[in-house]
């Protein structure tokens, strides 16, 4: 038993002293049992409250520590750190959180905020009587990393990685590296292009010989965990041997009489069952779309490397880490949407940007010549719950409206969608003279520097007319042309209708409709369905799952800046996990006393994480924990009918004793 406490309790400079009598708590717990010490202190987490604290520990030889201060999640770690310069074990300090579970939820009651911090401080003291050294868990951990998604976050995530001196195996499920951004011509803020920035990214990549970039790769199995995982990844061959002579590949392309649907062009054009359309996709040499082949072998009497011998492989690999960048998926509006899919002339925003980088002299779609382009905001993005415009027959014309559904679950902004449209208007009308933009906007999100590409755009004559949330644009028929119709808030609800010649739904970011990889690796999403991370500001790539980091926009909206800046961070945190070797873990984890242990499965079914599985002890079916995944949630404890489970560092003895303290102080 600890007997020699030090008792720290913060001020926060008035976040906590405001509410909370702190000299009257360090009052009532200097003579509890085992208090050698007790301080009040302005700051506990400046650096002279630290060294102060590393001093007293060492002089008075304290045996543990108890900080009563703000959250853990923010200075667990400091404190930790503190006890271990002082050569006191860490898990012999218990952290106090006063702030946000004491001042902050009874800014109204200081007399009641001061009486429970009091209890809190006991309850921790309590705990830290009983607390006794632990040594964290070592295990091996293999110095490579996966990096899951060959998109702008993912191949910068690797080449950071790879000037680690880390290896890295880059996975890409599509044949053709750069994801979205491959599909885009002019970017906004930068003015480079999609296919420098791939280009750039890609050429990096192959020049570093401790990257190994898989296409047509998807993982299909994974087992293991931080520090060990084997994945199993599943590639598709090219069926192409090698690049043939330029001319006869595009001369197997014309055979080639399979059509399909071009998904690089979001389906407005389409392209032969053997491809490469476009310049900006790495490798740059073609793939033949098995599944749509006839195998008619018209490209095979032209162009002598196509070899449909090829077979898919597995393949294991061996890594310590994985780091999500699996990207997004344009919103896809539904059927009669705004009218999208209803009339011939509504297309989305990734359809409208390619539309404009394949067009030349004159912007055409379906034959049409384009001269007036209404843009329709926050198609899938602010959606409102229960909310629904008005439906049925208008009588005008000849009477067909299109109403838009707002309802739905995509509550979020997606944030880069009115930069990227102001610029792709920016950039038809810079390309096609004589255009007129008319943007149908809830409001412009263009922050920080994208503000300049908004005032541009108001210079080059486009107009801005807005809606309230629940009352968007209308999009119907009249006489044969389609009509666009608003209440402009900005001129008092008038009513403002607009004839285009083309409709641009601005629709925003969706997570990916396959993604069977993150369910296979168990990685938690938040309600907007992204992947989740533990704390968007202290833990901002890590999941809860050890091992696994997320960057870019599979953890939600973001734009290239963004998405670059957090597989940078994503790159550093999964290098952290296997730069030594070996790896230490929390030892608060779950124990099983094999004498009263007889296994039942309970525990197992209970577990989140799967750390628990049946073992054998001598001639005894008993549970047995994996210290690599076991998290010391203790979900496992109160489902155990012997009781048979423990958790280090909060046994029933020790959570006894809080409990005790806090009952002792209620009477």
């Excluded at 920035?197 to 994974?222: F, Q």
């Excluded at 399909?260 to 359309?277: G, L, M, Q, S, W």
């Excluded at 263009?446 to 999009?475: C, F, M, R």
Aim: glycine content about 8%.
């Amino acid at each position: 038993m600890n007997s020699k406490i030090g008792v720290y309790i913060c001020h926060c400079g008035g976040n906590i002293s405001d509410y909370v009598n702190v000299e009257e708590v360090k009052s009532a717990i200097a003579d509890e049992e085992g208090v050698f010490l007790a301080k009040t202190t302005m700051f506990a987490c400046s650096d002279a409250t630290q060294k102060e604290m590393v001093e007293d520990i060492k002089t008075n030889e304290l045996d543990g520590l108890v900080v009563a201060s703000c959250s853990p999640k923010l200075h667990l770690v400091t404190f930790r750190a503190v006890a271990e310069r002082a050569e006191l074990n860490k898990y012999n300090y218990v952290h106090a959180n006063i702030r946000e579970q004491v001042s902050w939820a009874h800014s109204d009651d200081k007399a009641g905020a001061t009486a429970k911090a009091i209890q809190l401080v006991k309850s921790a003291i309590a705990k830290v009587r009983l607390a006794h050294s632990l040594d964290p868990i070592v295990i091996p951990s293999k110095k490579a990393v996966a990096v899951i998604g060959a998109g702008v976050a993912g191949m910068r995530a690797a080449i950071e990685l790879a000037d680690m001196d880390c290896p890295v195996t880059l996975i890409e499920r599509e044949h053709f590296v750069g994801g979205r951004v491959s599909q885009w011509d002019i970017l906004f803020t930068t003015n480079q292009t999609g296919k420098e920035l791939v280009t750039r990214l890609y050429d990096a990549i192959i020049s570093r010989e401790n990257i190994t970039l898989l296409t047509g790769a998807e993982v299909v199995a994974s087992s293991g965990s931080i520090g060990d995982y084997t994945l199993r990844v599943k590639t598709t061959p090219r069926y192409i041997n090698e690049m043939c002579d330029p001319g006869n590949l595009q001369k197997a392309i014309d055979a080639c009489p399979v059509e399909v649907p071009d998904e690089f062009n979001f389906n407005i054009t389409a392209r032969k069952a053997i491809y490469h359309n476009f310049p900006s996709e790495y490798p740059q040499y073609p793939v033949i779309d098995i599944k749509n082949c006839t195998r008619c072998g018209e490209c095979e009497k032209i162009c002598k490397s196509v070899d449909f011998s090829q077979e898919g492989k597995l393949v294991d690999i061996k890594v310590g880490s994985i780091l999500m960048a699996t990207g997004f998926d344009p919103y896809t509006p539904s059927d009669g949407e705004f009218g999208y899919g209803q009339f011939g002339n509504v297309i989305t925003l990734p359809q409208f940007k390619r539309l404009v980088d394949i067009n030349d002299a004159t912007l055409k779609y379906r034959g049409q010549v384009i001269k007036n382009i209404a843009y329709i905001y926050c198609v899938g993005s602010r959606q409102i719950e229960g909310s629904e415009s008005s439906t049925g027959e208008e009588t005008r014309g000849d009477g067909n409206i299109a109403s838009h559904d707002i309802s739905g679950d995509n509550r979020y902004c997606s944030r880069y969608c009115c930069t990227s449209v102001i610029h792709a208007a920016i950039e038809a009308s810079r390309k096609f003279h004589g255009l007129n933009n008319y943007h149908f906007t809830r409001g412009i999100r263009t922050y920080g520097k994208q503000e300049l590409l908004y005032s541009e755009s108001l210079k080059n004559g486009d107009i801005y007319l807005q809606s309230y949330e629940d009352d968007p644009p209308v999009v119907y028929l009249e006489n044969g042309d389609t009509m666009v119709k608003i209440n402009d808030i900005m001129t008092g609800r008038q009513e403002v209708s607009v004839k285009a010649d083309l409709v641009v739904l601005v629709t925003g970011m969706v997570p990916r409709a396959d993604n069977s990889v993150g369910s296979l690796f168990k990685i938690p999403k938040g309600r907007d369905n992204f992947f989740n991370e533990i704390h968007m500001k202290l833990r901002p790539v890590e999941t809860v799952i050890d091992g696994i980091t997320i960057a870019g926009a599979c953890q939600g909206p973001k734009n290239i800046t963004e998405s670059v800046s957090s597989a940078l961070s994503a790159a550093t945190k999964s290098f952290s996990y296997v730069s030594k070797g070996e790896l230490e873990l929390e030892p608060i984890i779950a124990v099983i006393d094999g004498d009263l242990c007889s296994w039942c499965g309970l525990c197992a079914e209970a577990c989140p994480f799967d750390a628990i599985s049946m073992v054998t002890k001598g001639t005894k079916e008993i549970a047995g924990i994996n210290n690599s995944i076991c998290k010391g949630c203790g979900m496992c404890l109160p489902v155990c009918p012997v009781n048979a489970i423990n958790l280090t560092a909060y046994s029933d003895r020790e959570l006894e004793s809080m409990i005790d303290a806090l009952a002792e102080q209620m009477k």
